[in-house]
């Protein structure tokens, strides 16, 4: 069972768009939520992450929105460029020991 | 700094062999884990490790996977009798002070069983 559930599986933007992903769960337990960007060939990297005290997380042109009572958070970048073109995982965690991760939104910024 | 490091890089093996895949985490780092990447798949937990113990194994897809992590530092993943569907790109990541931290990831091990 998919504990975390990532939307849509691929994006295609604009130059200067507006991209946002979507990632819902079920575990009320969550307690962080991270997202990751991955470029082909690499490991993801850590992107920027919320807890759910807040329901707003900005850095730079990257925002995570939380909503604790739908369980559901979202990605938005803004002004995309064609260098945020990459694939995207969402995740939570518990105290504990596991993240469990979406299965990833493939990001394209054309030029 | 030098960040996670996994070796190799690339891996073809033959249906039925074992591997052996290793992870050198960010000195210092106390948690290790393991994740499978399919293509076009999520990343899939593996295992976790909190110094030289495994507190959770519940991602190990069967008793052909193992892990090991000695001196709370390298760790090795090994498969055992490899299958064709264990083909995929196996990550390590490592964090300071467990599970709330970030997770700095490694380039990751490219496994192809032919």
């Known amino acids: 069972q998919q504990q975390v559930k990532q939307s849509p599986q691929s994006l295609i933007v604009q130059k200067g768009g507006i991209s946002i992903i979507n990632c819902a769960y079920e575990?009320?337990?969550?307690?962080?939520f991270p997202w990751y960007q991955q470029f082909p060939g690499k490991g993801p990297a850590l992107l920027i992450a919320?807890?759910?005290?807040?329901s707003e997380k900005k850095e730079g042109r990257f925002t995570i929105s939380f909503n604790k009572s739908a369980k559901q958070f979202s990605l938005h970048i803004m002004d995309s460029q064609p260098g945020d073109s990459a694939t995207y995982f969402c995740?939570?965690?518990?105290?504990?020991?596991?993240?469990?991760f979406g299965t990833g939104t493939s990001l394209t910024v054309i030029p | 700094g030098a960040g996670v490091s996994q070796s190799p890089s690339n891996k073809v093996t033959e249906k039925g062999k074992d591997v052996e895949l290793r992870c050198d985490p960010i000195?210092?780092?106390?948690?290790l884990y393991w994740y499978r990447q399919s293509l076009g798949q999520g990343l899939e937990f593996l295992i976790y490790?909190?110094?030289?113990?495994?507190?959770?194994k519940s991602g190990l897809p069967s008793d052909r996977f193992s892990a090991e992590r000695t001196g709370g530092s390298v760790s090795t993943l090994t498969i055992q009798r490899t299958q064709q569907e264990d083909s995929a790109v196996y990550l390590c990541?490592?964090?300071?002070?467990?599970?709330?931290?970030?997770?700095?990831f490694g380039p990751g091990t490219r496994l192809l069983v032919l």
């Open positions: 990541a490592s964090s300071p002070f467990g599970t709330k931290e970030t997770q700095y």
């Open positions: 575990n009320t337990a969550f307690d962080y």
């Open positions: 919320i807890r759910p005290d807040v």
């Open positions: 995740a939570a965690s518990i105290t504990g020991n596991q993240f469990y």
């Open positions: 000195s210092g780092h106390t948690a």
């Open positions: 490790f909190q110094g030289n113990s495994a507190p959770d």
